[in-house]
Structure formats: structure tokens, C-alpha cells
Nanobody, 120 residues
């Protein structure tokens, strides 16, 4: 059994910062790419940022220069530092990881999501 658990969401004023964290646990043999997605109200889920096991990152154009993704391979965690937040960043944020379990199965796992609300 593999589980992803997010933390760090909340309410913040425009221009503020939040840090999201996600911890993977369970029968994990190895984790490839990890990523953060978000789903704004009434819209489809979209990729925010991703990071490979080697540390290569990619970002959605809308968050470049404001958000930073990082991971700790030893702890099986991924974080998203969000600065200069805008009301348009309001969404449920989901952690995603490409994991090989000890059962020798490989698939993408999702967390349950954490709400981020940017409002004055």
C-alpha cells in the first residue's frame, strides 16, 4: 500500500506565501518523477510543477519565478514553495508521484489534495 499525504494549504492574502509538502509512505521501492497539480474551481486539473529524481524541474508558465518545487529523495517528500500568491492561484493542490512499489508494480499515485485560497 502506497500513500501520499499533503499538508500546508490554507488561506493567504494576495502577495503572501505558502509552502506545501507531500510525503510518500508505504511499500515504496523507488520514486521517479514527483509533481504538483492544481484544480481551480470549475476548471480542469493542471500541472503546476514537476521534478525528476535527478532534480530537473519544470513549471507552468503561470507560476514561473514565483513557485519553487523541491524534493528529498531520502525522505520521499516533495515540497512546493509558493511566493507572490495571486487570487488566480486559488485551487485544490494535489501531489503526484510515479512510484515503483515492492510488489514490482509501477503507477502514478495521487494525494487527496489540499485547499489553497488566496483572498483579501
Amino acid at each position: 500500500q502506497v500513500q501520499l499525504v499533503e499538508s500546508g494549504g490554507g488561506l493567504v492574502q494576495p502577495g503572501g506565501s505558502l509552502r506545501l509538502s507531500c510525503a510518500a509512505s508505504g511499500s515504496i521501492f523507488s520514486i521517479y518523477a514527483m509533481a504538483w497539480y492544481r484544480q481551480p474551481p470549475g476548471k480542469e486539473r493542471e500541472l503546476v510543477a514537476g521534478v525528476t529524481r535527478g532534480g530537473t524541474t519544470n513549471y507552468a508558465d503561470s507560476v514561473k519565478g514565483r513557485f519553487t518545487i523541491s524534493r528529498d529523495n531520502a525522505k520521499n517528500t516533495v515540497s512546493l514553495q509558493m511566493n507572490s500568491l495571486e487570487p488566480e492561484d486559488t485551487a485544490v493542490y494535489y501531489c503526484n508521484a510515479d512510484i515503483i512499489a515492492y510488489t514490482n508494480t509501477r503507477r502514478h499515485y495521487w494525494g487527496v489534495g489540499t485547499q489553497v485560497t488566496v483572498s483579501a
